[in-house]
């Protein structure tokens, strides 16, 4: 079945880059996304990236995806403390998105 | 990309009884989608609603629990039924748009 598998925690300092990396096992999606959940909130759309792409930059925000090792990663440039919050790395296929276990980012001044 | 609001925000229900959350979309969509997220945990998708036709639940839900309704193209409602703790949970619906699926602000129910 689909897995998603993430990194639990990540403190980084105010200012610093933060990498937060991600590996799946089903190649059949057609878009990864990386969500955010800031505590009490609903999710919220950082970016996404096509299956066929293999880099995305969006502001602060880069995605490389590697699909030989199903590798997938979010990199938050200058990162702010505003950006404390949970992280999800999901995939898309077949009208179903499927969540990773999130990682919890923490910015430290 | 679209909007939706849900209520109720939060809530605190008694073991046995059962709640209804709604979702009102600001656009027409085909299919609505109910997620639940347990304390601490991931998200679970619990089933998908197409108007006009009976919802779609993945492995491990059921209707007898999770009634769902699908009444028009901009709403829909879940009804978490004879709640337990085990219940409590934080409980999403979400959309398909243009710019990728939009959630709600969610639900955040405690089982007492």
């Known amino acids: 079945g689909e897995d998603v598998e993430q990194s639990l925690f990540l403190s980084v300092r105010e200012g610093d880059s933060s990498v937060i990396n991600c590996t799946y096992t089903d190649s059949s999606s057609t878009y990864l996304y990386w969500y955010k959940q800031e505590p009490g909130a609903g999710l919220q759309l950082l970016t996404y990236?096509?299956?066929?792409?293999d880099m995305k930059q969006d502001q602060r925000l880069t995605v490389l995806l590697n699909k030989k090792d199903k590798h997938l990663s979010l990199r938050i440039a200058d990162t702010q403390t505003g950006d404390s919050a949970i992280y999800f790395c999901?995939?898309?296929?077949?009208?179903?998105?499927?969540f990773g276990t999130g990682t919890q980012l923490k910015v430290e001044l | 990309s679209a909007v939706i609001s849900q209520k109720p925000s939060r809530d605190i229900c008694q073991r046995g009884t059962s709640l209804t959350i709604q979702c009102q979309v600001d656009s027409q969509v085909t299919m609505m989608f109910w997620y639940r997220q347990q304390p601490g945990q991931s998200l679970t998708l619990i089933a998908t609603a197409n108007q006009g036709s009976e919802a779609t639940y993945e492995s491990g839900f059921v209707i007898d629990k999770f009634p769902i309704s699908r009444p028009n193209l901009t709403f829909s409602t879940l009804t978490v039924s004879n709640m337990s703790p085990e219940d409590s949970s934080i409980y999403l619906c979400s959309v398909e748009d243009l710019d990728g699926y939009t959630f709600g602000s969610g639900t955040r129910l405690t089982v007492v």
């Open positions: 990236i096509f299956s066929n792409m």
């Open positions: 999901t995939w898309g296929g077949g009208n179903k998105l499927t």
